[in-house]
């Protein structure tokens, strides 16, 4: 899928650090998979996203083993859509959405109950063609616990504030902001819709800019780019209003 913000173009690599207790596992757009991210606190670990599939999940956990680095206590989904979620059977931990994610994701499980979905995704997706070649099921399940409006997590010296936001993108938006390290994970909330022709709306854009600019962060993490400065997305989206 053609992104709002195109970023660099992925390796195959493993773990990058992006502040002291923030790592990242980089976006592959060959197949469109999106960044991985991985936040460690004193006590407890948080994933960022459930990825693509099973073979992600794997990939994602074996580049942490080659850190030393556990397996996520949580799993915290940011939005849906199938590159975020179709892992979520596999990973360790407790998951975490939002409520309408959650809808959304039984919708998926309904449609897949027809054999012939997965036929029908390769068919109108290519990324999703080369990550589940060979592939014949799904496995579509729902996050463990759902929230509303927003909650924190205590990971130990390190808070995970999970909050759902006004996106362009995706109703069902969640993103999250580790104070301590001044990072604010975004997903794909800046794109466009494309599960609507592509539309951007322009007033939900303007609302998600303007949550961007209260929170006192340095780096602002999209799903399918390298993370940015704060000030070098604020610049990039206002060209956009």
């Given at each position: 899928a053609k992104r709002t913000i195109a970023g660099k173009m992925g390796q195959k690599m493993g773990l990058k650090n992006l502040t002291k207790n923030i790592y990242f596992l980089p976006h592959e757009p060959e197949v469109d998979r999106p960044m991985l991210a991985?936040?460690?606190?004193?006590?407890?670990?948080?994933?960022v996203d459930a990825g693509y599939s099973k073979k992600h999940v794997q990939d994602f956990y074996r580049a942490l083993r080659s850190c030393d680095l556990k397996e996520p206590d949580f799993t915290v989904i940011?939005?849906?859509?199938?590159?975020?979620?179709?892992?979520?059977?596999?990973?360790?931990?407790?998951?975490?959405a939002?409520?309408?994610?959650?809808?959304?994701l039984r919708e998926q499980q309904d449609r897949a109950?027809?054999?012939k979905y997965i036929d029908i995704l390769k068919k109108d997706d290519t990324h999703f063609a080369k990550e589940y070649a060979g592939e014949n099921e799904l496995?579509?399940?729902?996050?463990?616990?759902?929230?509303?409006?927003?909650?924190?997590?205590?990971?130990g010296n390190i808070t995970a504030h999970i909050f759902h936001t006004v996106s362009p993108?995706?109703?069902?938006?969640?993103?999250?902001?580790?104070?301590?390290?001044?990072?604010?994970?975004?997903?794909?909330?800046?794109?466009?819709d494309f599960f609507n022709g592509g539309y951007m709306d322009k007033r939900k854009l303007q609302h998600l800019i303007e949550r961007i600019y209260s929170i006192d962060c340095d780096y602002c993490v999209l799903s399918h780019?390298?993370?940015?400065?704060?000030?070098e997305l604020l610049a990039y989206l206002n060209t956009l209003k």
């Open positions: 991985y936040v460690k606190g004193d006590k407890f670990s948080l994933a940011t939005h849906w859509h199938y590159d975020h979620t179709f892992g979520l059977h596999d990973i360790s931990g407790v998951s975490i939002h409520q309408k994610t959650n809808l959304f109950n027809d054999k496995n579509i399940v729902i996050a463990d616990i759902e929230y509303v409006e927003k909650m924190t997590l205590n990971l993108h995706s109703e069902d938006t969640t993103c999250i902001y580790i104070p301590e390290e001044k990072v604010l994970f975004l997903g794909d909330s800046t794109s466009e780019c390298e993370p940015l400065k704060k000030n």
